[in-house]
């Protein structure tokens, strides 16, 4: 009998929002496995899961280099799943953390399917956890959507025209992936009169976090970590 391998949600930054489940898998974890961006580099999910009062667990990083090489990442995603199939493979259970729910943009679908494959009929269990975008929807204390509204969850699109289509379509946007082009999206949204009903919340959760209800309260150095641009369209109005 292998062990399970448990992908746990630990939430987008604060450590009192992972969940008691999530909690409960990684005390009885042999081993939990952390992503991390290089050798020797801090994994922002560990630091969580410290912070909530869970230092003494036996963590195990894994690097996952910062690369679009596809060569790159099977290399990077099959080592991974050898070091977790190990544990496996001894019968003990094995968790992998990962930022916010492992079913939103999370690395966990990548090792579990590269585990799959070195382990024929091993189970596995995903543990969800709070996204980015509830804790950011909770700071600015409005909600994502109501009634039959419509909600959208996507990554910046390069193409910032697609925006104007988008919010005829939806309700509420919400916009991940942001980094560097913050102020590019910001001055899209203002051309499309969305700007005083869209809200930004960057590095959620943690000590340094920014909340601005309005995007004319953004300070400059504002890109980071777990943010979200939340975009409330007005389309049924």
């Given at each position: 009998m292998t062990g399970t391998l448990y992908g746990v949600g630990v939430g987008p930054g604060d450590p009192g929002l992972l969940t008691l489940k999530g909690r409960d898998v990684l005390l009885r974890a042999a081993a939990v496995f952390v992503p991390a961006p290089g050798e020797g580099k801090p994994s922002l999910a560990m630091g969580i899961v410290r912070e909530a009062g869970l230092g003494g667990l036996d963590?195990?990083?894994?690097?996952?280099?910062?690369?679009?090489?596809?060569?790159?990442l099977a290399a990077s995603w099959d080592a991974a799943a050898a070091r977790v199939c190990d544990v496996l493979r001894d019968g003990k259970d094995a968790a992998f953390i990962t930022l916010g729910d492992p079913g939103v943009y999370s690395t966990f679908s990548y090792l579990a399917a590269a585990v799959r494959r070195r382990l024929q009929g091993v189970r596995i269990e995903t543990v969800p956890g709070v996204t980015t975008m509830n804790l950011a929807a909770a700071l600015v204390n409005r909600p994502l959507v109501e009634g039959d509204e419509r909600l959208c969850l996507l990554p910046l699109p390069e193409d910032l025209g697609e925006l104007g289509a988008l919010a005829r379509s939806f309700d509420t946007l919400v916009l991940y992936k942001?980094?560097?082009?913050l102020r590019e999206a910001v001055e899209a949204l203002t051309r499309l009169g969305l700007a005083r009903s869209s809200s930004f919340v960057g590095r959620a959760g943690l000590p340094d976090q920014i909340v601005a209800p309005e995007l004319g309260d953004i300070p400059g150095d504002a890109a980071g970590y777990l943010s979200a641009l939340i975009v409330r369209t007005g389309r049924t109005a």
């Open positions: 963590f195990r990083p894994l690097v996952f280099p910062m690369s679009r090489d596809e060569k790159v942001i980094g560097p082009r």
